[in-house]
Nanobody, 122 residues
Framework: QVQLVESGGGSVQVGGSLRLSCVAS????????MGWFRQIPGKEREGVAI???????GYSDSVKGRFTISRNDDNNVLYLQMNSLKPEDSATYYC????????????????WGQGTQVTVSS
């Protein structure tokens, strides 16, 4: 059974930084596309950043240049370094795993974590 457990969320002021982590188990981690998504109540889940099994990365325009996704295939951990945070980055952030095409759409992912809350205040 696949398990994805996020951590690292919290409250931060505008311009601050946070690093999210996601520990994966129950899957051949190095073979999976991994992604970070975020969601606020009443809105659709938004793809933020993805990293394919070969290390290729992709970002939404809203976070490009501020967020960095990385993965450690030895320890089955996914990271999201978030810098220059803005109030509009406030959301619940989810880690996702997919064994098919790799992209920013949620349809590519079948396994999800429980989410970690990020709040950016001015």
């Amino acid at each position: 059974q696949v398990q994805l457990v996020e951590s690292g969320g919290g409250s931060v002021q505008v311009g601050g930084s946070l690093r999210l982590s996601c520990v994966a188990s129950g899957l051949t981690y190095s073979s999976y596309c991994m992604g970070w998504f975020r969601q606020i109540p009443g809105k659709e889940r938004e793809g933020v950043a993805i990293i394919d099994k070969d290390g290729t990365t992709g970002y939404s325009d809203s976070v490009k240049g501020r967020f960095t996704i990385s993965r450690n295939d030895d320890n089955n951990v996914l990271y999201l370094q978030m810098n220059s945070l803005k109030p509009e980055d406030s959301a619940t952030y989810y880690c996702a795993a997919g064994d098919g095409p790799c992209g920013l759409s949620a349809v590519f992912y079948k396994d999800w974590g429980q989410g970690t809350q990020v709040t950016v205040s001015s």
